[in-house]
C-alpha cells in the first residue's frame, strides 16, 4: 500500500512558503529587527515554516497518523499566533499565517478521514 498522501505534499509547500514569506512580504530578519514586531513574525514563520516542511518529508517517508495531528497543532498555532505575538494589526503577516494556518488543518483533517473512512492502519 502506498502511504503517501498529496495533502503532505501540499503541507511541505505551505512549509516552504512561510519559510520565503518572510523575504517576500519584508519582514525583518532578526539580526536587523527591532525587539518585538517584524522578528516575531520572522521566527513564527520561519520555524513552524521548518517545522511543517521536516513534519511533511516524515510522513512522506513513513506515515504515521501522529503527523498529521502535529500539523493540525501546527494549523491552530499558526491562526491563533497573530493575536498570542501579538501582530493582528501587520495585516500581510496576519493573512499570511492565518491561511496557511487553515489550510494546514483542512489538509491533514482530510487525510485523518481518508485514514479512518479507508480503514488503513496508520
Do not use: K, Y
Not at 8 to 24: F, K, Q
Not at 45 to 60: C, Q
Not at 64 to 88: K, Q
Request: glycine share 8%.
Amino acid at each position: 500500500m502506498n502511504d503517501q498522501h498529496w495533502q503532505d505534499w501540499l503541507v511541505a509547500v505551505i512549509g516552504a512558503w512561510l519559510i520565503l514569506s518572510n523575504w517576500v512580504f519584508g519582514f525583518t530578519a532578526p539580526a536587523t529587527a527591532v525587539a518585538g514586531g517584524s522578528s516575531l513574525i520572522f521566527w513564527n514563520a520561519l520555524l513552524v515554516g521548518a517545522i511543517a516542511v521536516v513534519l511533511s518529508v516524515a510522513a512522506l517517508a513513513s506515515f504515521r497518523i501522529w503527523e498529521e495531528w502535529a500539523d493540525i497543532a501546527l494549523g491552530v498555532w499558526l491562526v491563533v499566533s497573530p493575536w498570542v505575538l501579538g501582530f493582528t494589526t501587520v495585516r500581510w503577516a496576519l493573512l499570511n499565517v492565518v491561511i496557511c494556518g487553515l489550510a494546514i488543518i483542512l489538509s491533514a483533517a482530510w487525510v485523518i478521514w481518508e485514514v479512518r473512512e479507508t480503514g488503513h492502519p496508520a
